[in-house]
């Protein structure tokens, strides 16, 4: 983590990745953890409402929604938003957000699934609520380091009381490549996430595929935690 501390990218970074269709973190089928532990966040509730980080255009968003979830997401690019729609062939309105200069809402016509164009760090409870369940797939290893504090009171200032929160993070040798995707520790998950939410490894298993030797990694492993908010 020491070596990525001072490792920055700028939103505008994120922004010509999308233009220039450099995308190697989308997956074009549903997370393989979301479907595994889905049963975990959801705990027998029929319909509960979603919130993704930095959610891309990950098609997790529409298998939710066609099992009655509601969804909300907050991605930078309108690109990944507008294909997000496309791709999965869904009627969209799109409105401005009063509580956030220049940002807008993306919205399914039937209401299931809302996305927002916005920097996260501007997005908040007073303007979607607060969620029984998160998805982060990509968002907390995507972030700059040094703004993982300020990430984690984002997210846990948008659980209910009941919350599930899961959480998918990856381990590598930190002086191999700089990221992003960043090295987030389970030493470093609690320490971000200490005195407000109780942690539970669910797995860990071996995250490493072929196109990651262009990185210069040697090994990858990859997590998948589950979070609760701690009982006041």
């Not at 062939?89 to 299931?112: M, W």
Request: negative net charge; glycine residues 8%.
């Amino acid at each position: 983590m020491s070596v990525q501390a001072n490792r920055v990218m700028a939103l505008s970074e994120w922004e010509d990745r999308w233009q220039a269709g450099r995308i190697g973190f989308h997956q074009p089928q549903v997370h393989k953890f979301l479907e595994k532990y889905l049963d975990k966040i959801v705990h027998g509730q029929k319909s509960i409402r979603f919130f993704f980080p930095l959610c891309g255009k990950a098609v997790d968003m529409k298998w939710l929604a066609d099992m009655g979830h509601t969804v909300a997401g907050v991605e930078i690019s309108e690109k990944g938003i507008k294909q997000f729609f496309e791709d999965q062939s869904l009627t969209y309105n799109e409105e401005p957000v009063p509580e956030i200069p220049g940002a807008k809402v993306f919205k399914s016509a039937d209401g299931k699934i809302s996305i927002y164009q916005c920097d996260l760090y501007k997005f908040s409870s007073a303007i979607a609520g607060k969620f029984g369940g998160i998805w982060d797939r990509g968002a907390l290893v995507a972030i700059n380091p040094c703004d993982r504090k300020k990430y984690a009171s984002l997210l846990t200032s948008l659980m209910e009381s009941d919350c599930r929160y899961l959480i998918d993070t990856l381990e590598y040798n930190p002086e191999q490549y700089k990221g992003p995707p960043f090295l987030v520790t389970e030493d470093g998950l609690k320490n971000l996430f200490e005195g407000a939410c109780d942690i539970e490894l669910l797995q860990s298993t071996d995250g490493f595929e072929e196109r990651h030797r262009a990185w210069g990694i040697e090994y990858m492993t990859e997590k998948v935690y589950l979070l609760t908010p701690k009982k006041q």
